[in-house]
């Protein structure tokens, strides 16, 4: 049994608040369609689609952010699923998170020490001192930056603080949201470089989510498309750029427009 | 003949006295499609703001002209420079989600400019704004019209922002970061609108971005930036054929592009960024003497 | 920031400047001679003399030597008054002022992160609480608890801890919507740890800026309650008090209602210059 993640039929749906009548309560609205799929131990995959795909609700709950309403999530074995905080609290430092705008994910007022401190202590780390030096080392920045205020930072800098935290729980398992949509060409260049290293390194399993199938394309293995909370293509990434089976994939692959003024585009 | 000339522009923080822009020169023939590109910080917005007048409080303009058909803007009086700049540009926004103000109608927020700057009456306008909707192929314009923002996609929003910029027919659109907000399929169909109702229109249009794949797509010219001071300047055929200056060269290959197999992505490197930094300094030097 | 240093961005900081310094200058001078009153007024404040009532202060013909701002119809010195006074003044808006933000600001706090049935609570609570219109309740609670110090500063945190609360309920309902509270979620932080140790710090600069308008409210309301003489006891001086008594001989003696009025504006005004100054200091932090 090697895989980290067995997902089956994975259901979830909100209050639509927008829908909700002046009396009585708010029509749901289903989110995730029954979405089934497995991610294997050392794994790197992508997972792609527009707003409104679906994607980010996947993702916060794989790491259980959201309680899904139906179908079933299994991490390492367990069914995590429905298991309250107080259950959850040994299991969430095996799998950690990286946010997409790392200024709110970021506590404004916290150091960077602090950042990547504290939910250490949490989980009872020893020597974390040292442990924070080396999650700055592994990410690249000085280990003068833990002084330093996300609002010191640069954007591709904070994103490596992000990292870092996440890197420093010594997960299994990291799920990365968006964390190059915000950022300039180069740091993105950078920052996808050095999580591409850290896998490898490191041996983690990653989901990476994103609406650029460019970005994907660089660092996954496999692709996972989304499209109104279904999954309408899990292949190989080689595969999945060579031939697009589903009409969606081939809709998002054109619509990207290339560097390159030749590119045929209508 | 240029339709719109920028004039060694330079801006400053107030009080603090912090560059901006440094001597930024550009100029823009009618109907043409330049583009400003660059990182976040390159000063590529503040061009455009500067030429509509909307500059932050913040921001001073510290040297330079702008010259827009044959008048500098500079020299004229705050209201009526109010009043050319209305008349003759618009500004398509890079967040459909606040540029319209939720709680009215849709239909009065583009006649208002109609009836404002160029005193048609209400008829007229709204009438003229129907057409323009359907244009930008808006499925029933009438009844957009008296919807309220919220009713709305965010490409639909956008593409209300296209018509109400294109309203008064203005001669030069200033485009900041239009489709940023966007996924990448309707990136694709605004970013192919803007274009049809430019050339329809022969609108100018000053094209600001931080992607060099819709610059290929839209740009027939393209300005790169670099911390407020002017890079390159090139045409959209020779800078893909390959950029004359290193950074821009590192800028592009540091676009990714999906079709390359190896999908490897090189960040624009140190010696390069040194490199334009001194540039950059050097010109501050010389400035300051 | 590719271009760290060279570019602009991130130096647009507002200068806290001159407001802090002159509002804060102002209430330390308050403070200090509220501390000090007993030693630093030149006259006792209760010591009437009828012989010397109604004397102008000390530029104008007539002044007696020694009593600075004049005295008042029975012969008190005004600006020993207005020292004690300032005793009243500054308990009123520290105590006052900091029990309210203690009890809005942790119930606020509350409501707005944990949310749920809490909230509901809260929330149901601040609402009929705010129905109720606040002078007659603040005399109504007066006449139940008697007069007096400690019955004012009742009257206040139970009138005013709904502004706190409403505020910082938002605030803390804002900023669990971000991220961070999130990535603490994921390092597996429990909800009361995350209210304290994240939202907490973020929500101080909204309680620090409503704690310091709440000081100057506070002050006025003791003023508007020594006016309708409700206060203190009528011996005691306070500046509402004086300004009550002034009123009656504003004609014959206009420096006893002037200087007291004068006094109480610059405290409040000083108060809620501070609370902006503040906000100006925390923000750049911020955003």
């Known amino acids: 049994m090697d895989d980290l993640y067995q997902v089956s039929d994975l259901r979830l749906s909100l209050a639509d608040m ?27 995959v992508g997972i792609v689609g527009g707003s409104g795909s679906g994607k980010s609700t996947l993702g916060r709950a794989m790491v259980r952010l959201l309680e899904p309403s139906g179908g079933s999530i299994r991490f390492a074995g367990t069914d995590i699923t429905h298991l309250d905080e107080t259950a959850l609290r040994p299991l969430r430092r095996r799998f950690q998170m990286i946010f997409q705008d790392p ?15 504290a939910p250490l202590a949490l989980h009872g780390f020893d020597g974390i001192a040292a442990r924070v030096d080396r999650a700055l080392d592994h990410v690249g920045l000085p280990r ?6 996300p609002h010191e930072l640069s954007g591709g ?110 | ?105 849709i239909g009065p927020q583009i006649t208002d400019r109609l009836v404002d700057i160029l005193g048609w009456d209400r008829a007229r306008a709204e009438a003229r704004a129907a057409d323009l909707l359907a244009e930008v192929q808006i499925p029933q314009p009438a009844r957009v019209m008296r919807s309220y923002p919220h009713e709305l996609s965010g490409g639909m ?67 790169v930036l670099y911390a407020g001071a002017v890079v390159e300047r090139a045409t959209v055929g020779a800078f893909f054929a390959g950029p004359a200056h290193p950074y821009s060269r590192a800028l592009l290959a540091a676009t990714p592009k999906y079709t390359d197999p190896t999908g490897s992505l090189t960040p624009v490197p140190e010696a390069v960024v040194a490199a334009v930094r001194a540039e950059v300094v050097a010109m501050d030097e010389a400035e300051d003497g | 920031m590719a271009v760290e240093g060279i570019d602009g961005r991130g130096r647009v900081r507002r200068r806290a400047g ?49 009593f600075w701002l004049g005295t008042d119809s029975l012969g008190r010195d005004v600006l020993s008054r207005i020292i004690h006074g300032a005793r009243v003044a500054m308990t009123v808006a520290l105590v006052a002022g900091t029990i309210t933000a203690l009890i809005g600001a942790t119930l606020g706090l509350m409501a707005g992160f944990l949310r749920g049935w809490v909230d509901l609570v809260i929330s149901r609570m601040i609402d009929i609480w705010m129905a109720f219109p606040p002078v007659l309740f603040s005399i109504l609670l007066i006449a139940v608890l008697g007069p007096g110090l400690t019955s004012i500063i009742i009257a206040i945190v139970v009138i005013d801890w709904t502004r706190f609360a409403r505020v910082v309920r938002a605030e803390a309902m804002a900023q669990g919507a971000m991220d961070y509270v999130a990535s603490a979620r ?86 809620s210059q501070l609370g902006e100054g503040l906000k100006d200091r925390f923000d750049p932090v911020l955003r």
């Open chain 2, 157 to 223: 929003r956008q593409r209300v922002l296209i018509a109400s910029a294109f309203a008064a027919e203005p001669k030069l659109i200033v485009a900041d970061e239009p489709t940023t907000a966007l996924d990448v399929t309707v990136q694709k169909q605004i970013l192919r609108l803007i274009r049809q109702m430019q050339e329809r229109h022969g609108t100018a249009l000053l094209f600001v971005t931080h992607d060099l794949g819709v610059v290929s797509k839209v740009c027939q010219n393209l300005t």
């Open chain 1, 18 to 44: 927008t829908a909700k009548p002046l009396f009585g309560t708010a029509p749901r609205l289903e989110i995730l369609k029954g979405l089934s799929f497995t991610i294997p131990k050392g794994e790197v």
């Open chain 1, 144 to 149: 003068s930056f833990k002084a330093r205020f």
């Open chain 3, 18 to 66: 001159m407001r802090l310094w002159l509002s804060g200058l102002w209430l330390a001078l308050v403070a200090l001679v509220a501390l000090l009153a007993p030693w630093i007024a030149p006259k006792d404040p209760l010591m009437q003399d009828l012989f010397l009532g109604r004397m102008p202060p000390f530029w104008t013909p007539g002044a007696e030597p020694g």
């Open chain 3, 186 to 271: 994921v390092a597996g932080r429990g909800r009361i740890g995350t209210m304290l140790v994240e939202i907490g710090p973020n929500v101080l600069p909204t309680i620090a800026v409503l704690l310091t308008l709440e000081m100057g409210i506070a002050v006025i309301v003791e003023a508007i309650l020594s006016f309708v003489n409700l206060s203190i006891s009528t011996d005691d001086p306070t500046w509402g008090g004086m300004i009550a008594e002034g009123r009656a001989s504003v004609h014959q003696a206009w420096w006893v209602l002037v200087f007291p009025l004068v006094t109480l504006f610059l405290t409040v005004l000083a108060f």
């Open chain 1, 103 to 117: 200024m709110s994910s970021l506590n404004p007022r916290h150091t960077v020490n602090r950042l990547i401190g």
């Open chain 2, 1 to 105: 003949m240029s339709f719109l000339s920028v004039e060694n522009l330079s801006l400053r923080i107030r009080g603090d006295g912090a560059r901006l822009l440094r001597s930024v020169t550009l100029a823009v023939r009618p109907g043409e499609v330049m583009g400003l590109v660059g990182e976040s910080g390159a000063g590529k917005s503040m061009i455009g703001k500067a030429i509509l007048g909307i500059l932050p409080r913040a921001v001073e303009l510290s040297g330079g002209r702008i010259v827009l058909e044959g008048q500098d803007l500079g020299t004229l009086p705050a209201a009526e420079r109010r009043r050319v700049i209305g008349a003759k540009a618009a500004l398509i926004p890079q967040d459909p989600l606040t540029a319209l103000n939720p709680s009215r109608r």
């Open chain 1, 157 to 266: 800098q904070r994103q490596r603080v992000g990292i870092a935290r996440a890197i420093a729980m010594e997960p299994e398992f990291i799920l990365a949201d968006e964390i190059v949509s915000g950022l300039d060409v180069s740091s993105q260049a950078q920052v996808l470089n050095l999580l591409e290293q850290l896998v490898r390194d490191l041996g983690l399993t990653l989901a990476f989510i994103s609406h650029d199938l460019s970005v994907i394309r660089r660092l996954c293995a496999r692709t996972i498309v989304l499209h109104h909370g279904e999954i309408v293509e899990n292949r190989p990434t080689a595969d999945l750029f060579a031939a697009p089976a589903a009409a969606y994939t081939r809709d998002l692959l054109e619509a990207i427009p290339l560097p390159d003024p030749g590119q045929v585009w209508d």
